[in-house]
């Protein structure tokens, strides 16, 4: 008797639970699918992941590029320049604010030419 009523409750709740991933699956599918829908055109190619569910939805997505590496603003210093330090290096970072400023505007004139 009371196994029977244990085993409707865990049946019951199987039965719930599965019902509720269904949906939420199903509700995930079609946000992917209207996201890819509302994709401005040339962008992306839906019909790379709308046709076949079983690939992965990365397909057709371009790799990100990785930002560029900003150097430090000293002459011939080829290190890492730090935002934290006005974009020179940690051996550098010790410059004046003023001669940072200084090289920031020259650089910006040689990027410019
Ligand atoms: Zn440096």
Redesign the pocket.
């Known amino acids: 008797m009371l196994t029977n009523t244990v085993q409707a409750l865990i049946h019951q709740f199987t039965t719930d639970l599965t019902k509720l991933i269904e949906n939420e699956a199903q509700s995930i599918r079609e946000r992917i699918t209207g996201a890819i829908a509302n994709m401005p055109p040339g962008k992306f190619d839906p019909g790379s992941v709308v046709k076949v569910s079983n690939t992965p939805i990365t397909a057709g997505i371009k790799p990100r590029k990785s930002r560029p590496v900003f150097r430090?603003l000293?002459k011939n210093?080829k290190?890492v320049?730090a935002p934290i330090y006005g974009m020179?290096?940690t051996?550098?970072k010790n410059t004046p604010p003023a001669a940072i400023a200084k090289l920031k505007a020259q650089r910006a004139a040689r990027a410019e030419k």
Do not use: F, I, M, S
């Open positions: 430090c000293r210093c290190n320049g020179v290096c051996k550098h």
